[in-house]
């Protein structure tokens, strides 16, 4: 089992930045990527950016070169770190671990990010 806890949303003007943390426990050591997702009120949860176990990163096109997600290891943490922030980035950020190749198998509780214009 894998426990996701996330922390570090608010509310930010248009420009601004926040930085997401997800605090990591359980069985760690069966996670292979762990991943950002977000989901605006009306749409559907998309995928923001991907890290994997050997620091692959890859990112959605709306976020490229204004988010980054990296991870400290000794600190069990997965960090988003989004700069230039827009209104349409208003979502709540859910932190999602996987085991293998495929869709997420744990999921944190997520937390709100408003972005005001």
């Known amino acids: 089992q894998v426990q996701l806890v996330e922390s570090g949303g608010g509310l930010v003007q248009a420009g601004g930045s926040l930085r997401l943390s997800c605090a990591v426990s359980?069985?760690?050591?069966?996670?292979?990527?762990m991943d950002w997702y977000r989901q605006a009120p009306g749409k559907q949860r998309e995928l923001v950016a991907t890290?994997?176990?050997?620091?692959?990163?890859n990112y959605a096109d709306s976020v490229k070169g204004r988010f980054t997600i990296s991870r400290d290891n000794a600190k069990n943490t997965m960090y988003l770190q989004m700069n230039s922030l827009k209104p349409e980035d208003t979502a709540i950020y859910y932190c999602a671990a996987a085991i293998g190749v495929g869709a997420p198998d744990y999921w944190g509780q997520g937390t709100q990010v408003t972005v005001s214009s």
């Open positions: 359980g069985s760690i050591f069966v996670i292979d990527a």
């Open positions: 890290i994997t176990r050997s620091s692959w990163t």
